[in-house]
């Protein structure tokens, strides 16, 4: 894959990398091989469509506090995006990156959205309170007062009826200005308590944001398409407002990496269908770059196919259908590099390109197709001779096992060569954590040369090197937890990066499957004569 860096003018302080549509895990395996070749080239953060004050958790852990893992991928991520696989692979390589290298040179995790969602905004009161704990306050009872019932906060009817929000409020004003004083108190006490300070003021800033959306939600009386369009501003003004305070936080320590849908990133305004009306707005990078020119840059993303998303081919006449004729990998285009071609149609699952977000882009992340259980079995039902059987209630499989795949060679079927699986087997099998939503595992009988060769030590040796593998990661060939001493290794939802060394291993497997194949079939023969 071109690296990304070859194919930008200069060296940004804020690269931002987008992607299309939320939900392809293949965007995110990429983004974490991407910011972890950036960390060699001196990038020392990441900054996440999530949560700012949540992501302080996911920060913690990264630089090798005490909290969870299971605790920061479910309080440390906002939208639910902490239980996308790949997230928890991103925490867990930059904890590791940081145990191993001096702090000047660890690796920060950041989330730069405001603690709301489109549909609604809790109450700032959480915010608040650890800020008043911080500094030795106790004002809770005068938050509790003003905050009341936290339904009329959460309400999510006020998006959309003025009315209903409590943003104009006497207690939501009296609110702001408690806020403020406490952002002021905390400027005042820096010089006494700088251990935490910075995580204070996070708490403090969000407060704010919520309080500035809710006061924005109460006064814009508008039409619906409208006022969608000004709160989606909104929220993106708060976007932008974070990532230049994340900027000024790393500034000495080194570029940083963002995530997002490619409609926080681009530089041109965003637009979005609402009822019959297209209502625009500039969004977080238009913001950004206008402010910080030639240091920021977007890198827009672009799928082809998603079995995941059941996002189909595109028109060959497509950006994404001309795309996709470059080749069967993911891979970086410059953006100037992109001849002009049609806007793909789409709904709400897949934001498409078009000219406008080529021509205010830098470069372009294409990728092919996404990777799920039916791609690989596909692959390796077109090798010759194999067959396959799908665990059912009808062939008498376990009910565990409904849906995992078996491929075989010949009619022999105790021992398939390949095998993927979708479930875990409670008491047995459970490294691989595979009832996470969408999880599977290809598994693979490489055999003892190529399993020595690919861990350094013999099927038989396992059981000494058990510890040394986390057999829930992606894009990661491990030995098989429980049949690697038969020379079978696996790997956790192989990305389309994956994709040629997956071929060569499945090869590898298939070969030995027709030559036991073949052995046993000289051997009827012989007893036959």
């Known amino acids: 894959m071109t690296t990304l860096l070859d194919l930008l003018a200069g060296r940004p302080t804020l690269l931002a990398l987008g992607e299309p549509t939320h939900g392809e895990s293949a965007f995110l ?18 900054a996440l469509e999530s949560d700012r004050a949540a992501g302080l958790l996911a920060d913690e852990f990264v630089r090798g506090g005490a909290v969870p893992l299971d605790r920061a991928l479910a309080e440390g991520f906002s939208h639910g995006f902490g239980a996308a696989p790949a997230n928890r692979d991103l925490l867990l390589r930059m904890r590791e990156w940081n145990a191993e290298r001096p702090a000047a040179q660890q690796l920060r995790f950041h989330g730069f959205d405001a603690p709301l969602e489109m549909e609604g905004a809790p109450s700032p009161r959480r915010h608040l309170t650890l800020v008043c704990d911080f500094l030795g306050l106790d004002r809770s009872a005068e938050i509790d007062d003003l905050v009341g019932d936290e339904a009329r906060w959460s309400d999510t009817a006020a998006v959309w009826e003025p009315g209903r929000s409590v943003g104009r409020s006497t207690d939501a004003q009296r609110l702001r200005v408690l806020a403020d004083d406490l952002l002021t108190e905390l400027y005042r006490q820096a010089h006494r308590r700088p251990t ?123 950006f994404e259908g001309r795309l996709q004729q470059r080749g069967d990998l993911p891979g970086y285009v410059r953006a100037g590099d992109v001849v002009p071609a049609e806007r793909r149609s789409h709904d709400y699952r897949y934001v498409p390109l078009d000219q406008a977000s080529i021509d205010n882009a830098d470069a372009v992340l294409h990728i092919p197709t996404g990777v799920d259980a039916a791609v690989l079995a596909e692959r390796i039902g077109a090798l010759p001779g194999v067959e396959q059987v799908v665990a059912s209630a009808e062939n008498g499989s376990p009910e565990g096992a409904w849906g995992d795949r078996f491929f075989h060679v010949g009619p022999d079927r105790r021992q398939p060569f390949a095998t993927i699986v979708e479930h875990d087997v409670p008491g047995f099998d459970e490294a691989g954590q595979l009832d996470r939503p969408g999880v599977f595992r290809l598994n693979l009988e490489l055999g003892r040369a190529e399993f020595e060769k690919k861990f350094g030590f013999a099927p038989a040796a396992f059981e000494e090197h058990r510890d040394d593998f986390d ?33 060569r291993l499945i090869a590898i497997a298939h070969r030995r499957a027709v030559d036991r194949h073949e052995r046993a079939t000289r051997r009827a023969a012989d007893q036959q004569d």
């Open 29 to 46: 395996q990429i983004r974490n091989d991407t910011f972890l070749t950036l960390a060699e080239h001196g990038y020392r953060s990441i």
């Open 196 to 318: 935490g300070w910075w995580e204070a003021h996070v708490q403090a800033t969000s407060a704010i944001a919520l309080l500035r959306y809710h006061a924005a939600a109460a006064a814009a009386d508008l039409a619906q398409e409208e006022r969608f369009a000004y709160l989606a501003g909104v929220r993106d003004a708060l976007m932008a407002e974070n990532l230049l305070a994340i900027r000024a936080v790393e500034a000495d320590r080194g570029p940083t990496l963002v995530f997002a849908h490619n409609t926080h990133l681009q530089r041109h305004p965003s637009t979005m269908t609402v009822g019959a009306a297209t209502v625009s707005w500039a969004g977080a990078g238009a913001i950004v770059g206008a402010l910080l020119g030639e240091r920021y840059a977007v890198v827009v993303g672009s799928l082809g196919v998603s079995p995941a998303l059941g996002i189909d081919a595109p028109a060959a006449s497509t």
């Open 471 to 503: 057999y829930a990661r992606l894009d990661t060939l491990t030995p098989h937890p429980d049949y690697a001493l038969y020379g079978f290794a696996s790997i956790v939802m192989p990305g389309p990066q994956m994709l040629p060394e997956i071929d």
